[in-house]
Nanobody
Framework: QLQASGGGLVQAGGSLRLSCAAS????????AGWFRQAPGKGREFVAS????????RYADSVKGRFTISRDNAKVTVFLQMNTLKPEDTAVYYC?????????????????WGQGTLVTVSS
């Protein structure tokens, strides 16, 4: 089970840190991903962290502003979001995948958190 938290309302230019806590399994054997879904749009890839080599990958729209990381206990994954923009407004979902590559594809993920809402005001 995955529990996402940390969403909220923030002004443009501000920061938020999302957390995704795993229970029953850890991110030592699962890769992690963050996806988001804006109102009226489909779900899109945001960032991923591979359990195998700790490599990260980002959508072009968030590169340089967002950072995905994993805690040393390997039970929580974070998404640090800086310089937020109104277009970042969405429900953010964390997910866990048994795979170590092609993590931009949501079909690679077996487990999903419930989502946390991020609203960025202009």
């Amino acid at each position: 089970q995955l529990q996402a938290s940390g969403g909220g309302l923030v002004q443009a230019g501000g920061s938020l840190r999302l957390s995704c806590a795993a229970s029953g399994r850890t991110f030592s054997v699962y890769s992690a991903g963050w996806f988001r879904q804006a109102p009226g749009k489909g779900r899109e890839f945001v960032a991923s962290f591979s359990y195998r080599d700790r490599s990260t990958r980002y959508a072009d729209s968030v590169k340089g502003r967002f950072t995905i990381s994993r805690d040393n206990a390997k039970v929580t994954v974070f998404l640090q979001m800086n310089t937020l923009k109104p277009e970042d407004t969405a429900v953010y979902y964390c997910a866990a995948s048994p795979f170590a590559n092609d993590l931009y594809d949501d079909y690679r993920y077996d487990y999903w958190g419930q989502g946390t809402l991020v609203t960025v005001s202009s």
